[in-house]
Nanobody
Framework: QVQLVESGGGLVQAGDSLTLSCAASGGTFSTYSMGWFRQAPGKEREFVAAITWGGGLRYYAGSVKGRFTISRDNAKNMVYLQMNSLKPEDTAVYYC???????????????????WGQGTQVTVSS
């Protein structure tokens, strides 16, 4: 059983940067591909970014490509989402998720993931 705890959310202005963190425990972190998803009010949870278990491949939603960067530190059991040039439409609850040995485009699917965190709110004001 893997537990995931997100942190780093908050209220920022458009154009600002923010880094989200996700701490993992209870499993062999290096065997899990990790993803970030987000859910805005009244909308479905959507894929944001993912990184493979070895850290060699990264995937991004088109809406965040070039602005967001996902990274991981297997020694610390952490995954990060660096968010730059934030826009009001980035406002959402951001969730961290884990998928054992996940790879490829499947990492963009919510149902691919085995474990989820509780989420952290990001609000971007205009």
């Amino acid at each position: 059983q893997v537990q995931l705890v997100e942190s780093g959310g908050g209220l920022v202005q458009a154009g600002d940067s923010l880094t989200l963190s996700c701490a993992a425990s209870g499993g062999t972190f290096s065997t899990y591909s990790m993803g970030w998803f987000r859910q805005a009010p009244g909308k479905e949870r959507e894929f944001v970014a993912a990184i493979t278990w070895g850290g060699g491949l990264r995937y991004y939603a088109g809406s965040v490509k070039g602005r967001f960067t996902i990274s991981r530190d297997n020694a610390k059991n952490m995954v990060y989402l660096q968010m730059n040039s934030l826009k009001p439409e980035d406002t959402a609850v951001y969730y961290c998720a884990a998928d054992r040995y996940g790879s490829g485009s499947r990492l963009e699917r919510r149902d691919e993931y085995d474990y989820w965190g509780q989420g952290t709110q990001v609000t971007v004001s205009s």
